[in-house]
């Protein structure tokens, strides 16, 4: 008897970070074209509502995907893959975003669904690096949002 095939094995892969601002100003950078690439991509063209399109080019990769949950600003859900790649096809696996509140902060978390055993480590080392670029750049507060407060 064998064991599952480790490539053909889906395993989750999650990454949070702390970023310094509301949910309310961090939801749409992952909503917004422009707010999009400032943290991952170099071109994004995102129609965020349930079946609008996700595409996102990151170093000369193209993925695309479509939205599935679009509940800002708590929850953003979209499928993820690449056209004409047969172990990562366009749209075959899913990443959700919970973004929870802490304080003046955002907990960011993002989950990578059913990915191949072989994508696993890959994935979670580029979701390390862009939302560790995410939690680094200056998120835009909208006028109306004072920033936090210091005690």
Do not use: C, K
Not at 137 to 144: F, G
């Amino acid at each position: 008897m064998t064991g599952p095939d480790p490539d053909l094995d889906h395993a989750p892969v999650t990454v949070t970070v702390r970023i310094g601002a509301s949910p309310e100003v961090v939801f749409p950078y992952f909503t917004d074209p422009a707010l999009l690439v400032e943290w991952i991509g170099e071109w994004a063209d995102l129609h965020p509502q349930v079946g609008g399109a996700f595409a996102l080019d990151v170093h000369r990769v193209s993925v695309r995907g479509r939205y599935l949950t679009v509940d800002p600003p708590h929850r953003v859900e979209f499928t993820w893959g690449i056209p004409g790649n047969d172990i990562l096809p366009a749209g075959s696996t899913r990443v959700e975003v919970r973004l929870t509140p802490d304080g003046d902060d955002t907990l960011v978390e993002l989950t990578h669904h059913d990915l191949p055993a072989v994508q696993a480590e890959p994935h979670r080392a580029g979701w390390t690096t862009y939302l560790t670029h995410l939690s680094q750049i200056r998120v835009r507060r909208r006028p109306t949002e004072a920033p936090p407060r210091r005690t």
